[in-house]
């Protein structure tokens, strides 16, 4: 059974990270995607901000996601390259992340997202990666 058919049939129990982080899957499909968490106090750093690695992890699962919509059966991914800009920090409430494929070809595919308050929609960061399209 392929991943999108394990999120399909258990939702976040599928992944381990979403389960241990609390991220919810919205909608997803042709080449895109939505999640959303919560920012727990344990999720902050020594400045008291969500902590930079979780918005680059929530966009990096959201940009996943959107992938493997498009991937056939015998496909799977790894990243190759990732960047982050951050644009505002945050320490409390619902953070949406937004993933899209931006090209997706045999060997390689471009894809960026966006983390979001879920509240505003202010932009709190933005990635973009490509990823190695990989034969099984």
């Known amino acids: 059974m392929g991943y999108i058919d394990k999120i399909r049939r258990t939702g976040r129990d599928a992944n381990p990270f979403f389960t241990m982080m609390g991220i919810d899957v919205g909608e997803y499909g042709d080449g895109q995607a939505h999640l959303t968490m919560e920012v727990r106090p344990d999720m902050l750093n020594g400045?008291?901000?969500?902590?930079?690695?979780?918005?680059?992890?929530?966009?990096?699962?959201?940009?996943?996601?959107?992938?493997?919509?498009?991937?056939?059966?015998?496909?799977?991914?790894?990243?190759?390259d990732e960047h982050t800009s951050f644009m505002k920090g945050v320490n409390a409430g619902m953070i949406a992340a937004t993933g899209r494929v931006i090209r997706k070809g045999r060997r390689v595919a471009f894809a960026e997202g966006e983390v979001r308050s879920a509240e505003d929609g202010t932009l709190l960061s933005r990635t973009s990666a490509s990823f190695a399209v990989i034969a099984r």
């Open 47 to 80: 400045a008291g901000w969500l902590q930079g690695g979780v918005y680059v992890a929530l966009a990096d699962e959201a940009i996943a996601l959107a992938l493997y919509t498009l991937l056939a059966g015998n496909e799977d991914i790894a990243t190759i």
